[in-house]
């Protein structure tokens, strides 16, 4: 099974950018990274999936490397209620597992 | 409003004691599954369910149970829970090939 690591961590300041990096270096070519984010005392939340290109969408942008051993979460203005603990997952096409490691829970200073 | 909606919220039990967390969703998806959520740990599957009367195991199915009777519902059944089963509980759906809609989450205490 495809795993991802994320650092456990990271802190940021408010408006200013942030990047989530996730390391998948055993994906395959059927699997989706998709990103999920969980605030607190809530569910995970959808926030953005890719399989090879670049993706944006009205809460992040997913930068995929050419080899797709690794993507990054760019959120473009951090603002306090995007403090929560974001997970990298690989989804593989056909094949309804999605597997959640621990996440990088995310810190946003005032 | 499109939502998953778990029940309920908050549930302490004793060990041996049955019970069912439900689950439904307005979004007639075919796809819905049962995680926990431990510290450390972050989400396993418990079970899930491709359509009415299709059922498989996730990574940690053992003391759960589930069936999926009608497309909407999709309860977790714990037939005699243990300690060791306390845990956030999240029920999410989807269409196929499509990201998930998580509940807000079952706490569930067993003493």
């Known amino acids: 099974d495809a795993k991802t690591t994320q650092p456990n961590s990271m802190e940021s300041n408010e408006e200013e950018p942030v990047h989530l990096p996730c390391n998948h270096s055993?994906?395959?070519?059927?699997?989706?990274i998709h990103w999920y984010r969980q605030l607190p005392s809530q569910g995970p939340e959808y926030v953005i999936h890719?399989?090879?290109s670049n993706v944006n969408n009205r809460m992040a942008s997913l930068a995929i490397a050419e080899d797709r051993k690794s993507s990054t979460l760019i959120l473009h203005r951090a603002t306090l209620r995007d403090a929560a603990v974001y997970y990298c997952?690989?989804?593989?096409?056909?094949?309804?597992?999605?597997?959640f490691g621990s996440g990088t829970k995310l810190n946003v200073k005032p | 409003e499109a939502q998953v909606t778990q029940n309920p919220r908050y549930l302490i039990t004793v060990t041996g004691k049955k019970l069912t967390v439900t689950c439904s969703q307005n979004?007639?998806?075919?796809?819905m599954s049962w995680y926990r959520q431990d510290p450390g740990l972050g989400l396993r599957q418990i079970y899930y369910?491709?359509?009415?009367?299709?059922?498989d195991k996730g990574d940690v199915p053992e003391g759960y149970k589930v069936s999926r009777k009608e497309k909407r519902n999709f309860p977790l059944i714990l037939e005699s829970p243990s300690p060791n089963q306390t845990s956030l509980y999240f029920c999410?759906?989807?269409?196929?090939?499509?990201?998930?809609?998580f509940g807000n989450g079952t706490r569930l205490t067993v003493t």
């Open positions: 997952i690989l989804k593989r096409y056909n094949f309804n597992k999605f597997y």
């Open positions: 979004m007639n998806h075919e796809y």
């Open positions: 890719g399989l090879t």
């Open positions: 369910s491709m359509n009415v009367e299709v059922t």
């Open positions: 999410a759906s989807s269409f196929y090939n499509s990201p998930l809609h």
């Open positions: 055993t994906i395959s070519g059927t699997d989706y």
